[in-house]
Nanobody, 115 residues
Framework: QVQLVESGGGLVQPGGSLRLSCAAS????????MGWYRQAPGKQRELVAG???????NYADSVKGRFTISRDNAKNTVYLQMNSLKIEDTAVYYC?????????WGQGTQVTVSS
């Protein structure tokens, strides 16, 4: 059974940075396209960034140029570097598989951007 554990969230001021991590267990991680998603209060979950098994990336327009997704297959971990954070980035962030049926969702990690 695949387990996804997100970490690295917190409270940060506008303009600040955070690095999120997602550790995956129980899967052939290196073969999976992965993505970071977020869900703000009262809104649907949305895809923020994706990375293929080969390292190709894509981003939502709202985060292009500010967020960077990366992966370390040796550690079964995918990262999301978030810079120039805005108040509207406040949400619970999740990772999951892309381009295939999703795994069970983890608990996510809360990111709060506030002055």
């Amino acid at each position: 059974q695949v387990q996804l554990v997100e970490s690295g969230g917190g409270l940060v001021q506008p303009g600040g940075s955070l690095r999120l991590s997602c550790a995956a267990s129980g899967t052939i991680f290196r073969l999976s396209a992965m993505g970071w998603y977020r869900q703000a209060p009262g809104k649907q979950r949305e895809l923020v960034a994706g990375i293929t098994s080969g390292g190709n990336t894509n981003y939502a327009d709202s985060v292009k140029g500010r967020f960077t997704i990366s992966r370390d297959n040796a550690k079964n971990t995918v990262y999301l570097q978030m810079n120039s954070l805005k108040i509207e980035d406040t949400a619970v962030y999740y990772c999951n598989r892309r381009l295939a049926p999703p795994y069970s969702w983890g608990q996510g990690t809360q990111v709060t951007v506030s002055s």
